[in-house]
């Protein structure tokens, strides 16, 4: 089964729109984590939700979890040219602390 | 701001030969981890570290892989014997709690097997 898949897929929007990606997950988690790429780059780590929590803002984002659901948002407000990127949910296992698992992603692209 | 390095950034190599990647985690952190990103698929969990042991490995990680923290700086990747799958952009990670926590990424280093 897939843990952690995004969407959609892809998602192009005007510089100062809100960017909202939505990750779906299947099994019992600790915590959820969204991560920003750059394309070619490295993982950016953005923001931590832990399960017993149901909001997390930071900036200008702004992450939700619905355990119920299995479902996590990230809402980007005012986005920005320099916002364009993948950005990645990851959870982790109940009885698994030592790994995270990725969806596929959402490559967003905020258009100046 | 202290970061992960990874070495090399690009690596070509045929196929069968043994390849290793080299990381530098951030000195005060705990927790070892290497991913891997074939070409536009999802980030792959290959294995976490700890206390110079691997904590746990997924079904990538096989025979033909291996880990090492040679010293108190490097940590290492070694593939055996390269596959073409093995193509990818691999990543070394830290962290200073468990992969609960937050995971400081490099910058990744290419593998491309002919």
């Known amino acids: 089964s897939q843990q952690g898949e995004e969407d959609p897929q892809a998602l192009s929007i005007q510089e100062g729109e809100n960017a909202t990606m939505n990750c779906s997950y299947k099994?019992?988690?600790?915590?959820l984590q969204w991560y920003r790429q750059n394309s070619g780059r490295g993982l950016v780590h953005l923001i931590l939700i832990r399960s017993n929590e149901r909001e997390k803002h930071s900036g200008r984002l702004r992450v939700t979890l619905d355990t119920s659901k299995k479902s996590s948002s990230l809402l980007i407000t005012a986005s920005r040219a320099a916002d364009t990127a993948s950005y990645f949910c990851a959870t982790d296992g109940v009885g698994s602390n030592y790994k995270l698992t990725f969806g596929k992603g959402t490559l967003l692209t905020v258009n100046p | 701001e202290p970061e992960v390095t990874q070495t090399p950034s690009h690596q070509v190599t045929q196929m069968g030969q043994e390849v290793i990647l080299r990381c530098v985690p951030i000195s005060n952190h705990l927790y070892f981890y290497w991913y891997r990103q074939i070409l536009g698929q999802k980030v792959e969990f290959l294995v976490s570290f700890y206390n110079n042991e691997i904590s746990e490995k997924s079904e990538i990680f096989d025979d033909q892989f291996s880990v090492e923290r040679p010293d108190g700086s490097n940590f290492t990747l070694k593939i055996r014997s390269t596959k073409l799958e093995d193509s990818a952009m691999y990543f070394c990670?830290?962290?200073?709690?468990?992969?609960?926590?937050?995971?400081?990424f490099g910058e990744g280093s290419r593998l491309t097997v002919l």
């Open positions: 990670a830290s962290s200073v709690l468990a992969g609960t926590g937050e995971l400081f």
């Open positions: 099994t019992s988690i600790n915590n």
